[in-house]
Structures are given as structure tokens and as C-alpha cells.
């Protein structure tokens, strides 16, 4: 898998991030990774099943990754949630 197969979710639109999955799959893809931190998570699940369920109906859900990465912060480090979501073909 390409790096170029990754879609970073953060505070825009939904159907932004729906947009690049979609593009990512017609452009040969076999597999996309959507990844989403903290309060993103909720839209990176949203994406996921927007783009599987009305734009791409032979795409299925390989893989949830789950995890926690540490940022420094002005204030010390602070643990952030993170997921990672493999659609394919």
C-alpha cells in the first residue's frame, strides 16, 4: 500500500474526506487507510461508512486498528486516541 492510499480526517466536512476516499478507489487503490485522532474519530467512522455504503458497494471494512500515541504539549505530555480504518476491495 502507497502512502498516497492514506486519508487523514480532521475538522472538515465529511464529504471532503468521502470525496478523497472515492478518488483514491477509482484511481486503482485496492486499499485505503482512513486515520483520525482524537475528537476526529467519530468523523473518520462517519466517512468510512458514507463512502462503503452510497458510493462504494463492493468496498468492505479489512481492518480497525485502535490505539493511543502521546503528544507534547505545552502542558507535558497528554495520551490521544487514535484509529486507523482499512477499507478494500
Given at each position: 500500500?502507497?502512502e498516497?492510499d492514506?486519508?487523514?480526517?480532521?475538522?472538515k466536512?465529511?464529504?471532503?474526506?468521502?470525496l478523497?476516499v472515492?478518488?483514491?478507489?477509482?484511481s486503482?487503490a485496492k486499499?485505503?487507510?482512513?486515520?483520525a485522532?482524537?475528537?476526529?474519530?467519530?468523523?473518520a467512522?462517519?466517512?468510512?461508512?458514507?463512502?462503503?455504503?452510497?458510493f462504494?458497494?463492493?468496498?468492505?471494512v479489512?481492518d480497525?486498528?485502535?490505539s493511543?500515541e502521546?503528544?507534547?504539549?505545552d502542558?507535558?505530555e497528554?495520551?490521544?486516541?487514535?484509529?486507523?480504518?482499512?477499507l478494500?476491495?
Open positions: 500500500m502507497a498516497d492514506v486519508v487523514f480526517v480532521g475538522n466536512p465529511v464529504m471532503n474526506y468521502v478523497a472515492v478518488t483514491q478507489f477509482n486503482g486499499e485505503v487507510r482512513i486515520m485522532r482524537g475528537r476526529a474519530i467519530s468523523r467512522v462517519d466517512v468510512a461508512e458514507v463512502s462503503r455504503s452510497r462504494l458497494g463492493d468496498v468492505v479489512k480497525i486498528k485502535i493511543t502521546t503528544l507534547n504539549t502542558r507535558g497528554t495520551n490521544v486516541s487514535a484509529i486507523e480504518i482499512v478494500g476491495k
